[in-house]
Every structure is written in C-alpha cells, then in structure tokens.
C-alpha cells in the first residue's frame, strides 16, 4: 500500500509530521463512499483557525490530522463520480458538503445537514466537524467529488497561477465572503480588523468589490507595514488613540459604511495596556462603535461554542458581553459563520486567472515543504505577516 504522511495535532502549541494510513473511499462512519475521489495534495496552507487548536483554544484530539485548505491533483475517482476525472486539478472548498440536502441546494454549503452527526456544517482536519481527515497531508480524500470540487479549466495556467488559486480553498472566499455580507459596493468606505491573512483576503475582496478606501487594524507592527505595502490605509489598535479618532484622522468621519470582523474570539484589547490582555468581545464591540447607523458587520471571524482556554467562565462556553443594545439603537445588521466557500470560489478563480485580484502578493504566500509545517505554525503563532503554503511532494519547487 502506499504511503502518506500528514500534520498532526500532539498538544498545545505542538504539531508534528506523522506516517498516517493512506487514504480509503470510505466516511468517517465507515460507509463506502463511491462518491469521492482521493487527491494528490499539491498545495495544503495553514490557516488561523487551525492555530486555535494548536494553542489548545478548542477540544480537539491528540493526533487529529490538521488541514482544510486543500488544493491537488485527482489520483482515484470513486464509481459513483461522473464529472470528475483521474488527473484534473482541483480547489478543494473546506466545507464538506453532500449537495442533497436543503442547505446545500440553498447554497449554505456551511452547514450542510448530512456530513457531521454532532450539528450542521462539515471541514476537514477540524474539531468537531464530523471526523474527516485533513488534507496538510501528501493524500487526502474529498466526498461528494461531483459537487464538492472546483476543476481548473486548464493545468498549466493552474500551475502558473498556484500560489494565488490555493486561496480558493478558504481564505480568499472567506474574505470575500465578509466584504459582501458588510455591504462592500463601489464607493464603500470599509474597515478590516485584523491583518492576518483572512484580514488581507477582506481588504482584498473589498477592493476587488469598488470600495473607495480600506482601512485595516491590528496591532502587529509587522502586519500593520505589509499591509499599508500592498496598498491599504492602516490603524494601529495598540496605540491609546481611540480607533474612530484614527479613522477621523484617515477619512474625516469616525465612521465608516461597512465593517469586516476577521479576528475572532482570541481578540485581544484596544489601547496599550488592554492590547496586553485578551478581550474576546473587544472588536464585535469596536465595530458596532465605528459603523454608521444602518451599516452592515461581516463576522468572518471564528467564533466558538466551548473555549476551554479563554479567561473567565462565560467566553469558556463562548458567552461574549458583546453590547447588543448598540447594535440595536444603530440598526445595524450582523452576518456570522462558517464561509460556504461554493458560493464564491468559481467566479474568483476567474478572477485571478484574468489578473483582476493578486492574492498571493496581499497574502504574502510562503512555500515550505511539509517538513517546514512545525516551523510555519510556529512564525505563523508569532505574528509573521505571511501565508505559510505547505508543498507535500515538492512539486512547485521543483516546477520553479
């Protein structure tokens, strides 16, 4: 049988690149899964969501093999797969999805009904998320190939543009996602909190989508520099400055049309002294302060339902003191979850093969091999403004 090697989860702040069993046409319930394909990962990226459970943020095992943003080549096509063939080259979207049933037929492939027994909404490599296994891997399955996966229309281009199209996958969706649910259009005036990648996918896609200027905050020196690099007004959150006097300072208004939440529930306070302290509701809040009224928040952001890292006993169960009344007397409309990456990913696969979005560049893709992956979790969890892309079987450097 052949081998396959994969990332695995040991303990908190631990990871390690194991020998795992290769992959088998079968679910995580152990029903023949005639409708999959197993892949050759030749692009697998780490991605913040995975960080929360490397920093023991979640529940997650011992030894789950870690990864949901999966690009590859198809190597076996299971009996049942019509439109896929051996040899394409295909965007794995992170949401497992059937395809069959209400939610997946409405486009909320999020939370499909069919692919995890313990609640809506299936990924790969994740807690909690119905047990399929990931894909920072050299194979991984992919179920419901017909529906699930995106085929690029031609290889070589493909490979040509591989360091931008293996943001389909999750992040370049995500960040689009949030652009439109916060009402991004041509001439918005957009803040992005948070400069992580998922942060710059958002500023991105609110540039792609017309807005007029994008502001994007953290408090990461490093990320605040790459950012305002590739073309974004910046504000530094660390600072005791109030976050509408800087967004006075930029636009003259503290407010602005749309707001993006791309941090999440490890969210860390304004000012210097709360920068230093974790502050879960800090930029819901924040947000709600700096958005006109009538304005949208896009809340790509994680958010869990247990915590079992966080502070104080409510976020443990992921309670936030978000101020809900602000929000009311402001008319303001909030959109949460889980990305349905299917919604999007085609249209911006067009995108980026007619040069209309550089992802990889906003993003700053780094390619190491999957040896590499301890060390790109680990700059990754410093706060390194880059996009850590792992290459399993070497086969963009040896294309380069």
């Not at 088998?24 to 023949?32: C, H």
């Not at 913040?48 to 011992?62: C, I, L, N, Y």
């Not at 949401?95 to 499909?112: F, H, I, P, Y």
């Not at 948070?194 to 792609?208: E, Q, S, T, W, Y």
Request: proline letters at 5%.
């Amino acid at each position: 049988m052949a081998s396959n090697r994969g990332v695995a989860y040991i303990e908190r702040g631990k990871v390690e690149v194991q020998s795992i069993a290769f992959p088998e046409l079968v679910t995580p319930s152990g029903k023949t899964a005639g409708h999959g394909v197993i892949v050759k990962v030749l692009t697998t990226n780490i991605c913040g969501s995975d960080q929360h459970m490397v920093r023991g943020r979640t529940t997650a095992p011992r030894g789950l093999i870690l990864g949901h943003e999966i690009t590859g080549e198809v190597l076996e096509v299971g009996r049942d797969v019509e439109t896929i063939k051996k040899g394409d080259l295909v965007s794995v979207p992170f949401n497992v999805a059937c395809g069959r049933c209400r939610t997946c037929k409405e486009q909320n492939t999020g939370v499909c009904l069919n692919v995890n027994p313990a609640r809506a909404g299936g990924a790969y490599g994740y807690v909690d998320m119905g047990g399929w296994i990931g894909g920072q891997a050299e194979y991984v399955m992919v179920p419901y190939a017909d529906f699930n996966l995106l085929k690029f229309p031609d290889k070589a281009q493909a490979i040509e543009k591989i360091r931008d199209l293996t943001c389909l996958s999750d992040i370049l969706p995500t960040g689009f996602h949030g652009a439109v649910t916060a009402g991004v259009g041509p001439g918005s005036t957009v803040y992005v909190a948070g400069g992580g990648p998922v942060g710059l996918a958002a500023a991105a896609a609110a540039r792609l989508l017309g807005a007029a200027v994008v502001i994007l905050g953290d408090l990461n020196p490093e990320r605040l520099a790459h950012a305002k690099k590739v073309g974004f007004e910046t504000v530094d959150v660390s600072l005791d400055t109030p976050l509408g006097e800087q967004i006075a300072a930029i636009l003259g208004t503290p407010e602005v049309d749309c707001a993006i939440d791309a941090v999440g529930f490890e969210a860390r306070g304004h000012g210097h002294s709360g920068s230093q302290i974790e502050a879960p509701a800090t930029v819901l809040n924040s947000l709600m302060n700096i958005t006109r009224p009538a304005g949208r928040i896009g809340i790509p952001g994680l958010y869990v339902t247990e915590d079992p890292g966080a502070h104080d006993k409510a976020a443990q169960q992921g309670a936030l003191s978000v101020r809900f009344g602000l929000g009311w007397a402001k008319s303001h409309s909030f959109f949460t979850g889980q990305t349905p990456v299917m919604k999007y990913n085609r249209a911006l696969m067009q995108a980026i093969l007619w040069n209309r979005i550089n992802i990889a560049e906003v993003v700053n893709v780094q390619v190491i091999s999957l040896d590499d992956a301890p060390r790109g979790y680990s700059e990754f969890d410093q706060g390194a403004p880059k996009k850590f892309v792992i290459d399993p079987h070497n086969q963009l450097r040896k294309a380069a």
